[in-house]
């Protein structure tokens, strides 16, 4: 210690109770400050502490760089001015004690007032003692951070701010959260079901919203009405796309609409390039799934994708073969399809193959010939065919 220096100043712990006593013999506020602020000893700063009562003194000794944690957290904790804990609360150089002054507060506004600042660093915690709908709202929508934002939703239970966030919100995971917070509600059963202007407010966000970092699932809905109208207007081809394999899953979509389907989900499958994955893909398998379930089977509409020219060779040549398999009624009616279907897709044999990359023609119908029933060879004529260009056969 320099000569002439107040005894609280000292860095030996061997005169602490000399440096707490000098504190307590000090009454005059600006020496009481300089203890609280440069005392080498925290048990005298905390001694020092206990004199003041100045809440914007208390403050400076907690913005203090050189000030301890401890000494913070007992600063603020000595603090009741509720203006002056939230500008400390919106200070970072107060960690930690900006948390504790948040856990002071209770007045809604003031804990608005630091969830939109862009200072401090503890915005969640004052979101967390947060209960007006309007306020998490209106912090969802316009906080400076990213994990205020997130908190607000976390915290909402309106699905009608919810529903405004979804149209209002600029940042995408924002959007993305209030779409998660309210399936997660309604699967919760926290959530009463939507009223139908709600419901139609969700649906016209649906179909608008096109940035596909919104984690949006079709599975929510399950009219066939709204499915239609997302895989008819929605701006995202990844959700009209999931809508088309709901609706293709449905009983009551019509066999009739299947090979208009399927064409614009190959049209769209060929433009859309994703390394993972492809929706207009996995819609297609889909409706081709549903093409091949002999419990939903139409010979009539096997003979409309095979008659399509725009049908690719492959996939005609499956719908060809499933018109030849024994699991039909093997009725007139069957008979004559499986006559013009054969004929329409020998008209096409060249097309087909070029289309699929054969080398030839011969052996594009080569191959399908090896899936269609022995027993049709002769009717058709493929039994001299297949001696002269098989040679597989033995």
Known sequence: ??????????????????????????????????????????????EALKRITDPHVLSEVILANSTAYEIRREAVRRISDPEVLAEIAMRRQAYPADGDAIALLSDPEQLRRIALSEQGGEQDKAVYKIRKQDILGEIAVNAKKGSARKTAIRCITDPDILLNILSSAEEVYTRSEAFDRLVQLRK???????????????????????????????D???TTDDLARIYREAARYDL?????????????????????????????R???HNTFSNPWQDAQQIIETRISDISKRDPQ????????????????????????EKK??????IGYLRDEAFA?????????????????????LLCLAHSIPHEFYDQYGLTVFMEEYDQTAE
């Not at 609280?8 to 600006?30: C, M």
């Not at 796309?241 to 449905?250: F, G, I, M, N, T």
């Not at 690719?312 to 060809?320: F, Q, R, S, V």
């Open 1 to 46: 210690m320099r000569l002439f220096e107040p005894p609280w100043k000292t860095s030996k712990r061997e005169k602490l109770s000399e440096a707490l006593a000098s504190v307590r013999d000090l009454n005059d506020l600006k020496k009481l400050r300089e203890a609280a602020l440069y005392a080498y000893l925290p048990e005298v700063q905390s």
């Open 270 to 272: 060929k433009v859309v």
């Open 301 to 324: 509409v096997l003979l409309e994708f095979i008659r399509d020219p725009d049908v690719t060779g492959n996939y005609a040549a499956e719908c060809l073969k499933y018109l030849f």
């Open 220 to 222: 929510e809905f399950q």
């Open 188 to 218: 919760s059963r926290k959530l009463p079901e939507l009223s139908e202007a709600q419901h139609q407010k969700l649906i016209e966000y649906i179909i608008h919203e096109n940035d596909r970092n919104v984690r949006i699932e079709t």
């Open 328 to 333: 039909h009624d093997d009725s007139e009616k």
């Open 344 to 364: 329409a897709f020998l008209r096409n044999i060249p097309e087909y193959a070029a289309r699929d990359k054969k080398d030839s023609p011969e052996e594009y």
């Open 240 to 268: 009209r796309a999931k809508a088309l394999s709901r609706l293709v899953l449905d009983e009551s979509f019509p066999n009739g609409c299947l090979l208009e389907v399927w064409k614009t989900t190959e049209n769209n």
